[in-house]
């Protein structure tokens, strides 16, 4: 017990400290991006090509940065009042251009309004990283299916791909940190999902067939501080009502 408590709190200490040096290299990166991003506006040729390749890794180095913050600091920051339908047709937005680069249909079947006070920032990065990895398991003309279901109890997102599947061996290591099967993967993505869903009460499941595909369950509970919004209390009542 004592040495499981030790270990938790060297985790946190170098929780930490990832924390801040994540949070103090990004600002020189945001520098350099923004300079590189005017500098791509005046060259031509080589040059062009060159800067395209430096802004994209440096895109990469940011996600990474990003999702070792996230991994740290889980805690819901900024909450809100969000429809979760909102949230999920934004995401299905940004990440439509990496889709279609993948040849990957990306669809969303989005019907339902459902609100849930929580922190959108964070609750969008668990969405993105589920759903990368959906596109990125899924060989071209395979197709990568959001669902959204709002009960009066809770919020059930199914992300459903056509992709490689995973075999149970896999499915068991899933959001263990630095898990990864890929060449440039860091293993951080579902890490950091879960631990944002988990700090908003919620629980990520995964199903999967290997060589046909994989369904990510997202389950979050309609917030029980949701009957003090007055807003919220007729959304939530619409949902019971429905
Ligand atoms: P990374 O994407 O950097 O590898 P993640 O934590 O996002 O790290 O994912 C860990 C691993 O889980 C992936 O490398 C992949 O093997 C597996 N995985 C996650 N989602 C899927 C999926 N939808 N289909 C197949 N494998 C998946
Ligand atoms: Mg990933």
Known sequence: MREEIMKSEKLNTLGELAASIAHEVRNPLTV????????????????????????????????????????????????????????LSDVTVLLNAYALKEGVYLEADLKEDGYLLTDRNKLKQAFVNIIKNAIE???????????????????????????KGMTKEQIARIGTLFFTTKDQGTGLGTSVSMRIIAAMGGHVHYSSIVNRGTVATISLPLNQSAKFDSNLENAYMNNQNA
């Open 137 to 163: 398991a899924t060989p071209p003309q395979g197709s990568v299916t959001i669902h959204l279901e709002v009960t009066h109890t809770q919020v059930i997102i199914t992300i459903t791909d056509t992709g």
């Open 32 to 87: 350099v991006k923004g300079f590189l991003q005017l500098m791509k506006k005046q060259v031509k040729g080589d040059h062009e090509e060159y800067l395209k390749i430096v802004l994209s890794e440096l895109g990469r180095a940011e996600d990474i940065i990003n999702d070792y913050l996230n991994f740290a600091k889980p805690e819901l920051e900024k909450v809100e009042k969000i429809n979760v339908k909102e949230v």
